[in-house]
Structure formats: C-alpha cells, structure tokens
C-alpha cells in the first residue's frame, strides 16, 4: 500500500477523536492530536496548557499577561500555527499517519495521498456523546459545544481561508451517529484500502 495521510477534521462531540484511535489501530498506523501540542510546547519552551489553549483561539489570557507590553497575541498564535505546520509536514513524510485537526487538510493540500475526511453528528446525538462517554454535565457540554465550534470554525478560517465543514476540500463526510465510533473507523478504513491500496 502507498504511504498516504488521513486527516480528520470534526465537530466537537462527534468523536472524531476515538474514531481517529480506531482508525490507526484498524490500518497500523499511528495517529497525532494531543502529540503536536506536546511538540510545540516542547519547542517553544511554554506550557503545553498553554499552547492548547492557544492553537485555536487568539484571546488568551496567559500570552496577555506573559507580555504585558502589548505584543500581538495574534503574532503568538501565528508562531503557534508555524511550529505545528512544520510539525506536521514533517510527520506525514515519514511514514503513513492520521492527523486530527490543526487545519491539515489545509497544510497538505499539496502533499500526495492525502484523503481529508470531516465528522459531524446531529446537535441531539453530540450532547448525549458529551454527558454520556465524554462525562461532562448538559449544561457544561453545551456551552463547550458552541464555544469549540466557534473557535474551531474562527481558526480553520483563518489559516486554511475556508470553514472546516466546506465540501470542495473534503474527500468524505460522515455523520458519526449513524455507525458509531467502530463502525465509523471500519467504514473509513475501506476507503483507505480501497484508494491507497
């Protein structure tokens, strides 16, 4: 099989990220998310809470108290994004992998054998994936649902120039409440067979 890339673009309580574990365990590749965020803290000297916090919002209160001055937080998020572009580049060219978030799709635009995949669920189905296997309280799940969208959507438009649920620049959409979390993975990992094989 060719080497290739997935990345996986979700909305959040869609369970993109236990979708993306099993995808890699069901292909035997390996799968980043957290892992970028540990890398760039590692290379820029910060906190690893941090940089998440940072990655995809611009108004975050550590940089504003970390320089006080009036240095750009903007200009921070822009590092942020360099450090994980560079990052991510660097992972995908060594070996077959999955990437989860961090405008990806947008990054390896130009890259060969990349499928760019996004997950979505009804409102109703993400709320019960939030209270039931993420244990968040309702109104707790919510609030992080409209913000992390909101955030997620902000950031993707910003770097990538699109929103990250636009169609043209994705190669496949599932709603994740129709298989579940295996039967998302086993259905993404056909396709995978049958593209990259």
Known sequence: MDKYTITITREFGSLGRPIAHALSQKLGVEYYDRDIVDEVAKQLNLPVSQISDAEETSHNHFFAHMFPLGTDKQYIQ???????????LDLTRKSSCIIVGRCSDFLLQNEPNVLNIFIYAP???????????LEMSEEDAKRTIMKVDKARSAYHKRYAGYFPADPMHKHLMIDSSLLGVEGTADLIAEVVRRKFR
Do not use: G, P, S, W
Request: aromatic share 10%; charged share 30%; with cysteine.
């Open 78 to 88: 822009d590092m942020i994004f360099d450090v994980q572009k560079d990052i991510i």
């Open 123 to 133: 409102y109703k189905a993400r709320l019960e994936n939030c209270v039931h296997t």
